[in-house]
Structure formats: structure tokens, C-alpha cells
């Protein structure tokens, strides 16, 4: 008996991406400056990163990171529960549970570990976990990881959603969300969401990676903007790596929430902590966020001038009314060729082809910032006119 072999399998596999012009490929930033970055001896305008408050670069974290590296050194040297858990974790848990108005906050080294674990903590396996069918793969993993039965309802159907829950009326059941859908750009229906889990007795689970500093009066996320709290949203989830410009993510709750969680987690008790300079700098970015309201309005700007200049021109822009702004271009070639076109212009726009996205709906993911200025903007919509723009009959 012969077994097949796995890793010829997997370049099997690799050999068919490349053939239906699906195959990824890293690209290697030399230089970041603001909101240009400089690759293969090329300078570029990004529209394609997640720092949406303009932090990644900021002076104060920087200096924030360096001093903390000058002081406890760079690797936290072990697991939070072992050894590595430094007062630089423990106050940025303090100031991330405040700032989103929960009891207790814990760090976890990535968005995808954080939301895997919260699962693995929460589910087992007779238990429920219904989930919006645009949520993040994580999310999706993380109730796979579980074992517990998982349903998809489709996007943003409240409905949906119900029926889901009532498939299995008498099992413990989480309902999770992306807050901000990652790939479109629009808000869960989440005060909807809410009652539907009151009224059936589930938990509720939002991941608001792409919210938090972005929305709500303080940068506070997606679940403070529907007037929803921790009683609302018992599990809330939001990452560190995108408006806030650093790294890893946290999960807050309820103070039972969160040492159910130190107890149970394995993504959180088998992994080396964050380093602590890290955890100093992000702080930063917390205070940054939390006084510097003129990031976030300077978004909105941009945000509703790339769409007023996209609505005129005819372009076939999703509804979104945050920092994604996705251009829907259908065939994964076409999203590829505007892609590439776009970069002979001077822009770097990252092509979303499937599996990300279903098929027939790749596109050009467009994200704005605070880096960005408005002529940055109108340069874009100049160039997308020429590239995506309808032609006339």
C-alpha cells in the first residue's frame, strides 16, 4: 500500500491556483513613510492597509516601544502565566477594559489565536455556534476547533440567524459576528443581533477588529456606535494591529469572562506573551486614540469624498460607510488587471480574489486613513477612472 503524499498534494494544489490566476504572492516592503511605501525600488501610494488612524509610524510609539525595549529588553521571555506577564501587559489591559467599558480585558498575541480560544473556552461539543456567512476565517475556525455544530446564516440576516438558533432550541449556543465585515466594509445589524440572543438565551460574541478606534464617540468600536454594552455583548473581541497601528488583540468582558478564560484558553496559556515594549506602545496608541478626535474625523472626511467622487464617476463601489471602501470588479483576472494597472500609476490596491471572497465577487479592497490626504484621494479616484471606471456603449 502506497499512502499519498501530503506535501506533493499541497503543491498539487498550489499548481491549481496558479493556473486559475488565484495564487498568492508575498510582496516585501522595504520602507514605510506615512501613507507610501517603497517595494521593488518602486515609491508607492498605499490604499491597501488597515492603519486607519495614521498610528503606525507615530513618533510616540515609537518612542514609547523604544524606551520600554531599553528597560525590560524585547522578548517577554515566556507564557503570561509563567513568567511573562510585565506591568506594561497588565496597564494595557486596564486601559483597553476601560476605554471599551468592560469589566476585565486579556491580551492575546493575534486577532486569530484571541477568537480561537475564546471558542475553544466556550464551545463544546454539543453546544451551537451561529455565525454571519462573511465572518472573518478565524471565527469560522475557531468553532470547527470547538467541535460545537456551526451554522451560517446569510449576511446580516437577522432572520436567518434565527433559524438558525431555533435548529437546535435546546443546546448552550454562541452567536458571533465581525462587528465590520473585513472585506465589505459594512456594519453587522448588531443591536438586532442583540435581542434576537436576550430573547433566545445565547451568547454574544462581536469581533471588532475593523471598529474599535474607528467608531463610536472615542474610537470605542461598532457595539458602543449601536448603543450596546457588556451585558449586550458578553464577548467582545478587537484587535491591536489596525487603528491602532501595532500588534496582537484582546478579548473583554465580564471579570468571570475573563478568568474563565486565563483558566481555559489554550491560546493563551501555551503562548509566549507579547513583548512587553509592544504592550508600552500600544498604550500609546490607546491615549492617542482616545484625544485625538481629529483622526477620526479627518477618516469620515476622506471616506465621503473617495464616495461622492467613486458615485460620480459610475464606479461599482460597495455600501460601505467605513474605512473599506471595496470595488466590486466580479472576475478575479479583472480584479487582478486593475491591480496591476493601478501600480504602473504609482498606487499599491491589493486585488481580494476567492476563496477570500465568494466567486464572481473579487474586487479591489480600497482602505482609507488618516495618513492619507485629500489629493492622495482624488489621485486615486483619477487613476480608477481609467481603470474601473464603465465604458460607454
Not at 35 to 56: K, M, P
Not at 309 to 318: F, N, T, V
Request: net charge neutral; glycine share 10%; with cysteine.
Amino acid at each position: 500500500m502506497t499512502r499519498p503524499s501530503l506535501t506533493e498534494r499541497l503543491a498539487r494544489h498550489s499548481a491549481e491556483r496558479a493556473q486559475a490566476g488565484l495564487l498568492r504572492r508575498l510582496r516585501t516592503i522595504d520602507h514605510a513613510d506615512g501613507a507610501w511605501v517603497h517595494s521593488a525600488g518602486r515609491r508607492l501610494l498605499a490604499f491597501c492597509t488597515n492603519d486607519y488612524l495614521g498610528l503606525a509610524q507615530h513618533p510616540t510609539l515609537v518612542a514609547a516601544l523604544k524606551k520600554a525595549a531599553d528597560e525590560s529588553g524585547v522578548g517577554s521571555g515566556s507564557a503570561h502565566l509563567i513568567g511573562g506577564h510585565r506591568r506594561e501587559h497588565a496597564a494595557l489591559e486596564e486601559a483597553l477594559a476601560e476605554w471599551t467599558g468592560r469589566e476585565r480585558a486579556l491580551l492575546f498575541s493575534t486577532g486569530y489565536m484571541a477568537n480561537l480560544g475564546v471558542m475553544q473556552a466556550l464551545l463544546q461539543r454539543d453546544d451551537l455556534c451561529v455565525q454571519d456567512k462573511l465572518n472573518h476565517a478565524c471565527l469560522l475556525d475557531g468553532a470547527q476547533l470547538a467541535g460545537a455544530t456551526l451554522r451560517r446564516y446569510p449576511h446580516a440576516d437577522v432572520d436567518g440567524a434565527a433559524r438558525q438558533l431555533a435548529s437546535q432550541g435546546d443546546a448552550a449556543a454562541l452567536l458571533a459576528t465581525d462587528g465590520v465585515f473585513s472585506m465589505d466594509g459594512d456594519i453587522a445589524p448588531l443591536g438586532e443581533l442583540a435581542g434576537l440572543c436576550r430573547r433566545e438565551g445565547a451568547t454574544f460574541m462581536v469581533d471588532d477588529a475593523h471598529g474599535l478606534g474607528v467608531l463610536g464617540p472615542q474610537g470605542e468600536g461598532s457595539v458602543t456606535t449601536a448603543g450596546l454594552g457588556q451585558d449586550d455583548v458578553p464577548v467582545l473581541m478587537a484587535t491591536l494591529g489596525k487603528a491602532l497601528g501595532c500588534s496582537g488583540a484582546f478579548v473583554a468582558g465580564s471579570a468571570a469572562l475573563i478568568e474563565g478564560l486565563v483558566q481555559s484558553a489554550r491560546t493563551y496559556i501555551y503562548t509566549t506573551a507579547m513583548p512587553p515594549a509592544l504592550a508600552a506602545a500600544t498604550l500609546a496608541a490607546v491615549k492617542l486614540t482616545l484625544t485625538e478626535d481629529w483622526r477620526r474625523e479627518k477618516l469620515q472626511a476622506l471616506i465621503a469624498r473617495f464616495r461622492h467622487g467613486a458615485s460620480q464617476l459610475g464606479l461599482p463601489l460597495m455600501p460601505s460607510p467605513t474605512a473599506i471602501q471595496p470595488l466590486l470588479l466580479g472576475d478575479a483576472q479583472t480584479a487582478l488587471d486593475a491591480s496591476k494597472a493601478l501600480e504602473q500609476q504609482g498606487f499599491l490596491v491589493t486585488a481580494i480574489r476567492p476563496p477570500t471572497v465568494p466567486q464572481g465577487k473579487s474586487r479591489l479592497r480600497i482602505t482609507l486613513s488618516a495618513a492619507h490626504e485629500e489629493a492622495d484621494v482624488d489621485r486615486l479616484l483619477e487613476a480608477l477612472s481609467r481603470v474601473a471606471a464603465p465604458r460607454p456603449v
